[in-house]
């Protein structure tokens, strides 16, 4: 235990611990027990000696302080080097909440509205049609482009509610359509990335349905035309160097850095059937505001705690509480009357923000806390953010087709360990 203790209080130069904030509305926190936290251990290890991931790094925050560290086995079966802290990850879909605070600073500024229509930054998207499949007498089913009843908004796409999916085959004709277009593989600028959406059907209606999409890539290309500048310049001058975010981008860019690259197994390097986990060793032109970064856990913990922290970290603003507050509220709950995909990836219990799944609801058999707000990548990365508890919680791992199962399993043994 004294190793432990000796290793967190290195983390807290390692990660700038700051200064603690109250628990939500006066409430007492929740703390982690050491017999809860063991199990936690116990389960990451059980997983890498039954071969599901090479190595992975947890990390648990409470009132600014590393209350939980650990690195676990390698960072490549290849390389067979230890996990470390400054090992970097593909953070995939963690970069969606980047985006979205990017986007929303310069909604601070007055410079962008949500409710901005996105065809006044991009004008292409003044064209865009809803791609309907009707079936003639025959039982032939075409593909039929409507109207759009109101424009995709900038709230569309930070709630993911504009219309534009991410393509899959076998999803119906308009996925199918973005399948084809293998978006993913195309390394095309955010402005060609943007103008070639443009050029595609919506699967839906704008604001109708929670779809899980290109949203935030689009946005991506918005900060880049309000700002002036490329996603990353701006990330950088504005976010990732003023909290020294030093090790996030869009690709490694120094060879030196390259053994410190974490990988998944040599089974598990599929995202889905057509595209494998990216070499992020390579020159990227594209940068993917909804799922290029990648980052070590020093990073996105800097990142996290400003978030926890209303909008603040070391004594520099970034965003208003109140901004984060909108963020992490429910865009889409009953009211909205915006409907689920079948994928609908919040769960149940939770809605969506403005780039977070945020819970609504209590699961059932626990007393997890609502406003806990989150995201993950598809690599296997994840992290949640507990404001009543003063805490959060980043997993580091590379693992696509395990993700989902080990990401419940650690929550839900991450809560018992504080009782809830």
């Known amino acids: 235990m004294f190793g432990r203790r000796t290793l967190i209080a290195a983390l807290v130069l390692l990660f700038g611990a700051v200064g603690a904030q ?15 936290l063991a199990k936690v251990s116990d389960y990451i290890r059980s997983e890498i000696a039954a071969g599901t991931f090479p190595g992975a790094i947890l990390l648990l925050q409470q009132h600014g302080k590393p209350v939980y560290y650990e690195n676990f086995g390698v960072r490549d079966v290849a390389t067979e080097l230890s996990m470390s802290a400054d090992t970097i990850f593909r953070l995939y879909s963690m970069s969606k909440p980047i985006t979205s605070v990017m986007a929303m600073m ?38 039929v482009l409507e109207p759009v009843n109101r424009s995709v908004t900038i709230k ?6 504009s219309g534009l999916p991410y393509g899959y085959v076998g999803g ?18 955010n402005a060609e990335f943007a103008a070639k959406v443009a050029t595609l059907p919506l699967v839906e209606q704008p604001g109708t349905m929670w779809d899980y999409g290109y949203s935030t890539d689009v946005l ?38 390259f053994p410190r690259i ?21 020159p990227l032109k594209w940068e993917s505001g909804g799922g290029g970064m990648v980052g070590t856990i020093g990073d996105y913990a800097r990142f996290a705690q400003m978030l926890l922290n209303g909008g603040t970290y070391d004594g520099r603003r970034y965003l208003k509480p109140e901004t984060i507050a909108l963020m992490a509220s429910d865009h889409i709950g009953p ?5 689920r995909d079948q994928h609908y990836y919040p769960g149940g219990t939770s809605g969506f923000g403005l780039g977070f799944a945020v819970r609504t609801s209590v699961p059932s058999g626990t007393s997890w806390p609502l406003g806990e707000y989150r995201w993950d990548g598809v690599g296997g990365t994840f992290f949640f953010i507990d404001p009543e508890d003063d805490l959060f919680g980043i997993f580091m791992v590379q693992t696509p087709s395990q993700r989902g199962r080990i990401q419940l399993a650690l929550k839900t043994l991450i809560y018992r360990a504080m009782g809830r």
């Open 22 to 36: 109250a628990g939500s509305e006066g409430r007492t926190a929740h703390n982690l027990s050491p017999e809860g």
């Open 106 to 143: 310069l909604v601070e500024e007055g410079k962008l509205s949500l409710d901005d229509p996105v065809a006044k930054y991009i004008p292409a998207f003044g064209t865009m049609k809803v791609g309907v499949e009707t079936k003639a007498e025959d039982g032939k089913v075409s593909l």
């Open 156 to 161: 569309d796409l930070m709630r993911h509610t």
């Open 172 to 189: 119906g004709m308009v996925r199918e359509l973005y399948a084809e277009a293998n978006l993913f593989n195309s390394n095309l600028s």
């Open 220 to 257: 991506g290309r918005v900060v880049e035309v309000v700002s002036g500048k490329t996603l990353l310049q701006f990330e950088k001058e504005r976010l990732l160097d003023p909290l020294g975010m030093s090790e996030t981008a869009f690709f490694v860019a120094d060879p030196k850095k």
């Open 262 to 282: 974490a990988e998944p197994m040599p089974a598990d390097r599929n995202i889905n059937p057509t595209t494998q986990v990216r070499d992020i060793r390579l």
């Open 335 to 339: 009211e909205t009357r915006i409907g």
